[in-house]
C-alpha cells in the first residue's frame, strides 16, 4: 500500500524539462495561495539574508496548475520570510513523500524523526526540499556567518484552526527525550568547508515559524584518548575522601523505582567547558536517556538513546570529542557513539556510521587508544557482561588510521574477572604506551555499600587482564543515606584532563525531582 501511495505521489510529480504535470479538472477548483513561513532566531542571533533552492518536492495534484514550482527554484529571504505560491489541499501522498524521507533515524519503524516533531504527517498540502542557504550573525561571528545546510525541507499541513508548517533535514537528528522542545540538530558547512551544528525550532513558536535558536562552526573532532604520563603513579595519589559535588537542574527522577542512573563521565571541550554527562535507564519510554549540561550550570537536558526498545544504558566513556555508550537486552549489546561538539548548539549527534552489535550483554565499557610498537595506532575497547563474580570482559579492537567514526572493532580476546564493575576506564601511558584498566567495585558492607578502586595493566599482545597492581578504599559524602547514596554502583567513571589528571567520579542512585544530584570526585 504505501509502494502504492509513493507511485501515485511520484506520478502526481513528474517532472518533465523542470515542470509537473497536473489534473485539469482539479485546476480548476484550485486557488493560489501565498504561503509564508517565517525564518526567526533568538536573542544573541541574527538572520541577516537567505535563499532556499528547490531540489525535490511534492504537491497534492492540482494545486499548482501554472507550474510556478520546479526543480531549481530559488526562494530568497524577503525580510525574514520565503513565499511559495501554490494551493491549498491536504493530502496523504504528499505526507507519505515527506514521512518516507524524514524517518527511520531511529528505527525503520518510527517516523519522523529527521524533523522537529519526532513524529509523522498524517495529510500535508505541498512539502520542499532544497538546500537552505543562511547568513547570520551572532555574538561569536559579528562580521557575519555563511552557512549552507544541504536537504532541508519546509512543508505545510493544516490544524482546525490554522495552516501548519513542518521543519527537518534529511541528516539532521531529534535529539532530546519527550520532555523537551520541539527542536532539531541540522548539520551544514561554512564558505571553508566547515562543519556547521545549529539548532532549529518548530513548534512552541507560531504555526509558521522556524527559530534558529543555537549555530556554531565547530573544530575538528579529537580523535584520540587523553594519555597518563604515569598511570600507577596517579592512581597512587587518589585522595581517600572524595569531594562532594552537586549537580543542579537534574530534568527528573525517571521513575526512580525502578530505574536508576547507569553511568558518569566528565567531558571538557576546546574551550575548557565543563559538562557532565549521565546515562540512566527508562522503563516507562522506548529508549534509555543520556542527561547533559554545563557542570556549574542550573540546567541539565535529556537526550534519548535513539534506539528503540534499548532501554538500558550502562556504564560510560568518552575518547577525545566522543561519547560511547552501551545498552543492552537480554543476551545482546549494542554500543552506540555520540558527538559531543554538538552540544555547543545544545544537541547530540549520534554518529550514524557507527553500530557496534555484539551477542553478549554489555553493562559498562572503557576505550582508549594506543600506538603499538610498529608505530601503528589502534582503538581499544573492552565491554563488560557484567554477571556478579562470573563476569566476563570482552576487547575489541579497531585501527584508527580512517578515524574513530568509522571505526571498524574486531574481537581479540576476553577475559573473566570475579567483579562486576558498574563503571570502568582505559586509560593509556604516554610515556609506554601501556594500557591500564582501572575498576570501580561497590560491595556489600553492613547496612551500605563499600567502594573500591582496583588497578590492572591490559597485554596487549595476549589481551588478558593482570593481577591486580593496586587498590583503594574510597570513602563517599553526601546524597541519601546508605545504599542509595553516592556510590561507583551507579554512575561511575574514569576521565583524564588534558592537563593529565586522573579522576574518579561516582553519583547517588537518583535525583528526587527538583532538587540537586550528589556527585563525588577523587582527583590525583
Known amino acids: 500500500m504505501r509502494s502504492l501511495k509513493w507511485l501515485i505521489c511520484s506520478i502526481c510529480m513528474i517532472v518533465l524539462s523542470g515542470q509537473s504535470a497536473f489534473a485539469a479538472d482539479d485546476a480548476l477548483n ?17 538572520i541577516l539574508g537567505g535563499t532556499f533552492q528547490i531540489s525535490d518536492f511534492c504537491i497534492t495534484p492540482g494545486q499548482d496548475p501554472d507550474q510556478k514550482n520546479y526543480i531549481g527554484k530559488t526562494v530568497a529571504l524577503e525580510g525574514n520570510e520565503f513565499h511559495f505560491q501554490v494551493g491549498r489541499s491536504g493530502s496523504e501522498e504528499v505526507a507519505d513523500w515527506f514521512n518516507q524521507r524524514f524517518s527511520g533515524y531511529n528505527d525503520d519503524s518510527l517516523n519522523g524523526d529527521r524533523t522537529t516533531f519526532d513524529h509523522t504527517a498524517g495529510e500535508l498540502n505541498f512539502a520542499f526540499m532544497g538546500d537552505l542557504v543562511l547568513e547570520v550573525s551572532t555574538t561569536e561571528y559579528p562580521g557575519g556567518l555563511s552557512v549552507t545546510f544541504p536537504d532541508v525541507v519546509f512543508a ?8 501548519n508548517w513542518w521543519f527537518g533535514q534529511l541528516k539532521g ?12 540538530l541540522v548539520i551544514g558547512n561554512d564558505a571553508h568547508g566547515n562543519t556547521v551544528f545549529a539548532s532549529f525550532q518548530r513548534g512552541g513558536n507560531d504555526v509558521n515559524e522556524v527559530t534558529l535558536c543555537a549555530i556554531a562552526a565547530v573544530e575538528d573532532s579529537r580523535q584520540y584518548a587523553q ?102 537486552q537480554e543476551t545482546s549489546a549494542t554500543i552506540a557513539m555520540y558527538d559531543l ?17 555484539v551477542n553478549h550483554k554489555v553493562g559498562a565499557l572503557g576505550i582508549t587508544s594506543y600506538e603499538n610498537e610498529h608505530g601503528d595506532i589502534y582503538y581499544v575497547l573492552v565491554a563488560a557482561h557484567l554477571d556478579g563474580a562470573n563476569s566476563v570482559y570482552h576487547v575489541y579492537q579497531a585501527p584508527a588510521e580512517g578515524g574513530i567514526e568509522s571505526a571498524v572493532f574486531q ?41 573500591y578502586a582496583y588497578l590492572y595493566e591490559l597485554d596487549t599482545d595476549t589481551w ?61
Open 30 to 46: 484550485m486557488t493560489y495561495r501565498d504561503n509564508a513561513v517565517v525564518l526567526s532566531a533568538t536573542s544573541g542571533n541574527k
Open 156 to 163: 505545510q499541513g493544516s490544524t482546525l484552526f490554522s495552516n
Open 173 to 184: 537528528q531529534h535529539t532530546l527525550d519527550s520532555d523537551g522542545p520541539e527542536r532539531m
Open 227 to 328: 594519555m597518563l604520563s604515569n598511570v600507577q603513579d596517579s592512581f597512587a595519589s587518589l585522595p581517600i575522601q572524595g569531594t562532594q559535588v552537586n549537580l543542579s537542574g537534574f530534568p527528573g527522577s525517571y521513575d526512580p523505582i525502578v530505574n536508576h542512573i547507569q553511568g558518569y563521565a566528565q567531558y571538557e571541550t576546546t574551550d575548557q567547558e565543563s559538562y557532565v554527562i549521565l546515562t540512566h535507564s527508562v522503563g516507562t519510554a522506548d529508549y534509555g536517556h543520556i542527561v547533559i549540561g554545563p557542570k556549574d550550570d542550573n540546567e541539565k537536558l535529556g537526550y534519548k538513546t535513539y534506539l528503540k526498545n534499548w532501554q538500558h544504558p550502562g556504564g560510560i566513556q568518552i575518547i577525545g570529542d566522543y561519547l560511547i555508550v552501551p545498552n543492552e
Open 341 to 357: 561538539r554538538a552540544l555547543a548548539v545544545g544537541e547530540l549527534r549520534r554518529v550514524e556510521s557507527f553500530d557496534l552489535q
Open 411 to 451: 574481537q581479540v580476546g576476553s577475559f573473566a574477572l570475579d567483579k562486576d564493575f558498574q563503571g570502568f576506564g582505559l586509560v593509556t601511558e604516554s610515556s609506554t604506551n601501556r594500557i591500564y584498566m582501572i575498576g570501580l567495585w561497590s560491595t556489600t558492607e553492613g547496612a551500605s555499600y563499600a567502594d
Open 464 to 524: 588478558s587482564i593482570s593481577q591486580e597492581l593496586s587498590s583503594h578504599h574510597l570513602v563517599s559524602t553526601g546524597g541519601a543515606v546508605g545504599v542509595m547514596g553516592v556510590h561507583f554502583r551507579y554512575g561511575a567513571g574514569v576521565s583524564v584532563s588534558e592537563e593529565g589528571e586522573l579522576t574518579i567520579s561516582a553519583t547517588e542512585r537518583n535525583s528526587v525531582l527538583g532538587s540537586s544530584l550528589a556527585t563525588n570526585e577523587w582527583l590525583s
